[in-house]
């Protein structure tokens, strides 16, 4: 089996690059850039991954890299992923995580590979934007309605209506993985949960004094990313095409992961380490983000192995184990 994985510089990119090739997959990773700065670490941590060049926003890079890739599986992870980045920088996002999905299809459809290749489009909580108050406390679901609250929202609606279009139009087996946040030890420090367990490693060796946040009361729906990308392969694994929901059916606001993170150093109060900064609250936030995974469990046999404590202590190891200098970045 061939595999093409766009955004494999990013965590959920890693978790399926290892994933794949535990499997036996040959696996093709897109790159974005000569020069990236990340080329070096995939190909240390993945030798056997095959990096191609390619951009979502340049077609003629796409179809060259389905060419060559041929895939049997095409995992779409590349997009400008950070919510708050995407409310200073709207147009490049539209570009890039909404219209590069349509550019990423189509190459695979123009090349020949429409009947060939099952495509894995990454779908997000974000598209919703709240509670569905036709569901109170069950969670959004596969057929919840729609009402994002950030440019990363509507972008990543754009491509998940066109990559359901393509696959009804076309009769290509593409499936949106409609994914809840999901985090872990390959996260971003950028991404509020990592910039929580580093900072918490960081305090704990004295290397800064707080960890500066912006609205502490949102409630997510929070797992871990290893768990969700085994749901992605999946999904691929099912017999037709369909849109699957990824979360845990529980929430906790940033408070409870600032708590759970500070007691893993022996630190009982986590107030007087954490500042606000008006520069990191958005225009727009959602106050609440819980998902219903039945269809999934039920149709999968998805489940996830790592809870909310174990993620975050999971975490903190980590960046306790980064900052000690026990592991290497």
């Known amino acids: ?37 990340k080329r070096h670490a995939v190909r240390e941590e993945f030798p056997a991954v095959t990096l191609l060049e390619g951009d979502l926003t340049d077609p003629t890079s796409l179809i060259r890299a389905v060419e060559m890739a041929a895939p049997d599986e095409l995992y779409n992870l590349a997009a ?11 147009a490049l996002t539209a570009e890039v995580t909404g219209k590069g999905v349509l550019n990423l299809l189509e190459a695979v459809r123009v090349t020949g590979r429409g009947g060939l290749t099952r495509f894995y489009q990454a779908s997000t909580s974000e598209m919703f934007g709240g509670l569905d108050y036709n569901r109170p406390g069950r969670g959004y679901a596969e057929d919840s309605l729609f009402h994002p609250r950030s440019p990363y929202g509507v972008a990543k609606l754009y491509g998940h209506w066109t990559a359901k279009n393509y696959r009804e139009s076309y009769g290509m087996f593409v499936s949106c993985g409609i994914l809840f946040n999901h985090e872990g030890e390959r996260r971003g420090v950028e991404f509020v949960t ?6 918490v490693a960081r305090i704990e060796a004295g290397l800064q004094d707080a960890i500066e946040l912006g609205d502490l009361w949102p409630k997510r729906d929070w797992g871990y990313a290893g768990d969700y990308v085994r749901g992605m392969w999946q999904m691929l694994q099912h017999p037709t095409p369909e849109d699957f929901v990824l979360a845990t059916g529980v929430t906790h606001s940033i408070e409870d992961f600032l708590a759970r993170a500070f007691a893993e150093i022996g630190v009982d109060d986590w107030r007087p380490y954490v500042r606000q900064n008006p520069e990191y609250m958005r225009p727009a936030e959602v106050d609440i983000l ?29 960046d306790r184990e980064l900052v000690s200098g026990r592991v290497p970045a």
């Open 1 to 37: 089996m061939r595999a093409l994985v766009t955004g494999i510089t990013g965590q959920d990119g890693g978790h399926l690059a290892e994933l794949l090739l535990a499997q036996g997959y040959e696996v093709f990773g897109l790159i974005r850039g000569q020069h990236n700065p």
């Open 80 to 90: 400008i992923s950070h919510v708050g980045y995407s409310f200073k920088n709207p």
């Open 194 to 199: 990592r910039k929580i367990t580093d900072g």
């Open 290 to 318: 819980l998902g219903d995974p039945s269809k999934a469990e039920a149709l999968l046999g998805w489940r996830r192995d790592v809870d909310f404590q174990g993620l975050v202590r999971r975490m903190v190891a980590h």
